[in-house]
């Protein structure tokens, strides 16, 4: 899911993921929706699938991932961090210690847009505040990603009309 059980990545020899220079915690705690991601194990036939961050008391964030697989809703719990202030663009994301993958923040515009992915190039995701993205930002932020080495062609869309 958005943050969620990107257990690890590997490093190859692709260019090193550009991330924001600055990234106000606060203002991007709260809900995001999937828009497209790649396709990964974890997130198989999962729709209407949201990441909801909250701040903990040590600083690092909670993280709830939730989706439905047609059936019955599935959730994640996990937590994320900045391991170096000095890139507040890269974070780690744990949901089964002691395994940490990668959430970079490439672009975003927290009131409505995030790319997020892992500098292995093998994690996407386009999340909204909305459960949809006007069609001017999805585009332009896929051909960011394609710029940045994402081979967008495995972009998936995920849809957000369940029922709850």
Not at 119 to 145: C, F, G, H, M, Q
Request: contains cysteine; charged residues 30%; glycine residues 6%.
């Amino acid at each position: 899911m958005a943050l969620g059980l990107v257990l690890l990545t590997s490093c190859g020899s692709k260019k090193a993921l550009t991330t924001v220079n600055e990234l106000d915690k606060e203002q991007y705690l709260g809900t995001w929706y999937e828009i497209q991601r790649f396709p990964h194990s974890f997130e198989k036939d999962l729709q209407c699938v949201t990441a909801t961050y909250t701040l903990r008391e040590d600083g690092k964030i909670n993280v709830l991932n939730k989706g439905f697989d047609g059936e019955k809703w599935r959730e994640a719990d996990g937590k994320a961090w900045t391991p170096n202030a000095d890139k507040p663009g890269e974070l780690k994301v744990e949901f089964f210690w002691p395994f940490a993958g990668d959430y970079y923040i490439i672009e975003t515009d927290p009131a409505k847009y995030s790319l997020v992915g892992a500098p292995d190039r093998e994690y996407l995701w386009i999340l909204a505040r909305e459960k949809s993205l006007d069609d001017v930002t999805l585009n332009r932020l896929r051909t960011r990603a394609e710029k940045l080495g994402s081979d967008i062609s495995k972009l998936e869309e995920v849809h957000h009309n369940c029922e709850e």
